[in-house]
């Protein structure tokens, strides 16, 4: 059951943005006071409304103004198509804001979907008052099913966490299930929380909660022109307002964001396009994080480690490649283990003495698939999140548009 937050409400309607049946415009309406920080794609391609919302965020700051609305359209990411995209982006800002009875730059606008087309504004403008009169606290299942695109599955979570003796609620959604290789960084993601956290707290928050969630997720090392992570603050809970990011409040109030983002992005992999497996790649024993991740990506990034996940096909020498292809200097191959599961496949550089291709297989047929890698020469460690690389892949994408 996902928690409502006070101070905020959301409504869907129907603006046919692409020739379907369906909910695909999403409105997100904030109570007076709310503010809201993002990170968003390093996509050089990055969309209009990308840019439109780092400027609106920007503004809110400069100007001491609130979040009060978003707007979310599926099935037309609005990247690609220049000045007269960024006019859209715009005018569908103002459209809300009408609705809203706020200022254009308290509204922040996502887009998902195709890229290069012209975006319908006018119907998605005219989907808007349907939208707010569907608005309600309870509206978060409606938005995260509305903002889907290829995804097979809506996806939501909730957390509650206490705070000086009073319940603040964490709630989530995010779409994603091709493109997706986030570097806050087509993966949207809005959460809210009720709880009093002044802008400078939010700012932090968002980089490092997006850093350890949907940044350690990836289905096919495509990272999208629209990627783009929102975190709102209504400051409705009745608490003392956390002004500064060594209150020791923020630790509670991280962990239960972090809880909500990691559910979302791990969700994000498993309905990865055609994905039948959910791999966990850790690597441990690194000198830092960063090259732990480095090796993390090589092995969830190689189109042939991802097709023998997906056949169940035990030639584990493609994962040994990979871990070699990562570029991490001065490596020792000859200190480098790694496990699928319980099977101990790779010892100290060579095939395991234990090891057998029937273990191998075992291990590779669970639809949920733990990887370990030591690589024997620090202390850091770093996880992803990814997925198979199946048939049904090629072809969701090969017919996308059509």
């Not at 809203?100 to 989907?127: H, K, N, W, Y």
């Not at 639809?367 to 049904?392: K, N, P, Y």
Request: aromatic fraction near 4%.
């Amino acid at each position: 059951m996902l928690l409502q937050v006070p101070g905020i409400a959301l409504g869907t309607a129907a603006a046919r943005v692409k020739d379907w049946d369906r909910d695909d415009v999403t409105l997100v309406v904030a109570g007076p006071g709310t503010i809201a920080a993002g990170v968003f794609t390093q996509n050089r391609f990055c969309a209009a409304p990308v840019l439109t919302c780092r400027d609106h965020l920007a503004r809110q700051r400069a100007q001491a103004l609130d979040f009060r609305a978003l707007v979310i359209n599926a099935g037309n990411a609005n990247a690609g198509t220049g000045d007269a995209g960024l006019a859209d982006a715009r005018a569908t800002c103002v459209a809300a804001a009408r609705i809203v009875d706020c200022a254009p730059e308290e509204v922040l606008v996502f887009s998902t979907g195709v890229i290069m087309e012209p975006l319908p504004a006018q119907r998605i403008a005219a989907a808007l008052p349907a939208a707010r009169a569907a608005s309600a606290a309870d509206g978060w299942s409606a938005a995260a099913r509305a903002i889907m695109t290829t995804d097979t599955v809506p996806k939501s979570a909730s957390r509650a966490v206490t705070i000086d003796g009073c319940e603040v609620a964490v709630t989530g959604i995010a779409k994603g299930s091709g493109m997706i290789h986030p570097d806050m960084a087509t993966m949207l993601s809005f959460v809210a929380t009720d709880a009093p956290v002044a802008a400078a707290v939010l700012d932090r928050l968002v980089r490092e909660v997006a850093g350890v969630s949907f940044n350690c997720t990836t289905v096919d090392g495509d990272t999208s022109t629209n990627d783009s992570f929102v975190v709102a603050a209504t400051g409705r809970a009745p608490i003392a307002p956390i002004a500064d990011y060594g209150d020791p409040r923020v630790a509670s109030l991280r962990a239960a964001l972090e809880d909500v983002a990691v559910v979302l992005a791990k969700a994000i992999a498993r309905d990865g396009e055609g994905a039948t497996k959910f791999i966990t790649i850790r690597v441990d024993g690194g000198r830092d994080a960063t090259e732990c991740r480095r090796v993390a990506f090589a092995i969830a990034h190689s189109p042939l480690v991802k097709t023998a996940f997906f056949a169940s096909d035990p030639n584990l020498g493609r994962i040994v490649c990979a871990i070699g292809n990562a570029a991490v200097e001065g490596l020792d191959p000859s200190r480098v283990s790694f496990r699928l599961g319980d099977v101990l496949v790779v010892e100290r550089g060579a095939r395991a003495a234990s090891y057998t291709e029937e273990d191998g297989k075992r291990a590779m047929q669970d639809h949920d698939i733990d990887l370990a890698v030591a690589l024997g020469r620090g202390g850091a460690s770093a996880e992803v999140w990814t997925c198979d690389l199946s048939h049904d892949y090629v072809t969701i994408n090969a017919d996308y548009r059509s």
